[in-house]
């Protein structure tokens, strides 16, 4: 399960927020990728994509594969889930099952990128969402096994921002690409993106003013509280209740007047999405469907429940990023503009990152 949305201040700035949910914690890195570093994405069968980064990048990671003693995971190994870069372009990863299939053949000779790198060759090269869509016309992209998952065939699809607003969705379905302008900037998981677009057809009587009165005979009710607004709202965290649910906190949360404002604005949204352990769990014998990432179980196999695993945000005009993982409920400030003057590659595990709030006491003590 993964969340993902652009909410706009009173000015119009864009910022982008996220989370992700499995059933396990992975060994994600935070990493900061320099302009100048290269990369090559190979795809069996095919001459290699070399392509060296415009532009910083920080990102969310997970290695490709398992480290050995004498071979240690590198930079290079890196597969980007979530990123920002200097430029205010946004990538994301979020889970979609149904994305193998029966892919359209490419000649042998053709370099072809593997859908695991599109992260780093989206955000190293590029500003805009039409710069990426213009690169994208030209350059074949494949599907790949992964290690990591214990080989199952990348079950993602992608979304793309940039600072005007402009969104677009990469989707594999079936092993067919689609790529769809975005304009609810928001994305969920299955089904198809246009489908839930579609949907939301289902929703335009969704308003945030209460209706505290009605009338019913001689009989007038009246709401004893605020917030009937939203019992229309689907209740669950289904991938289409969320979609839904995001598109209207999206739309109708305060209009934040400044840069800090609108961080902690979505942050406040971003905490509807948030998940327990626990809240839901799906048994083995209910059936295959319970699980966005196959292959992801239980602790021993058993019932499993998913969890908001970390939560971002970015801040695309300031070029901040923000994260929290599941250990804590603070966020960890990022600046690119800062990490500009790193020019080698900056990789550091969550875990760096985790910390509990100032201590009140102590601050009280010292006044």
Known sequence: MCTSLVYRDAAGRAYFGRTLELTVDLPYRIAW??????????????????FTARYGVLAITMPARIPTKDDPIGPAD?????GLNDQGLTFSLLSYPMAAGAEAQVPNQAAVLSASDLGLWALGQFGSVAEVKAALATQP???EALAMLGGVVSPFHYLVNDASGASFVIEFHRGEMSVYDNPVRVLTNGPR???????????????????????????VATQPDSGIATS??????????????AAFYAQYAEKADTPDRAVTTLAHIMNNFDRPRGVTIDHPEAGTSH?????????????ATEFTCWTSISDLDRKLFFLRDYETYNYTRFDLTA???ADK?????????????ADGSAALKSA
Do not use: C
């Not at 890196?78 to 979530?82: D, S, T």
């Open 33 to 50: 990728f320099p302009a100048g570093f290269a990369m090559n994405s190979r795809i069996a069968d095919h001459p290699p994509v070399r």
């Open 78 to 82: 890196l597969k980007v889930l979530e």
């Open 141 to 143: 992209v494949k599907l």
């Open 193 to 219: 993106f246009d489908w839930h677009l579609t949907n939301l057809d289902n929703y335009t009587f969704l308003s945030n003013v209460d209706r505290p009165t009605a009338t019913f005979g001689d009989y």
């Open 232 to 245: 229309g709202l689907p209740a669950s965290n289904t991938s289409v209740g969320r979609f839904v649910r």
């Open 291 to 303: 699980l966005e990432v196959k292959g992801l179980d239980g602790p021993g196999g058993g019932a």
């Open 339 to 341: 990490l500009a003057g």
């Open 345 to 357: 590659p900056l990789v550091l595990p969550f875990q760096r990152f985790r910390g509990d709030a």
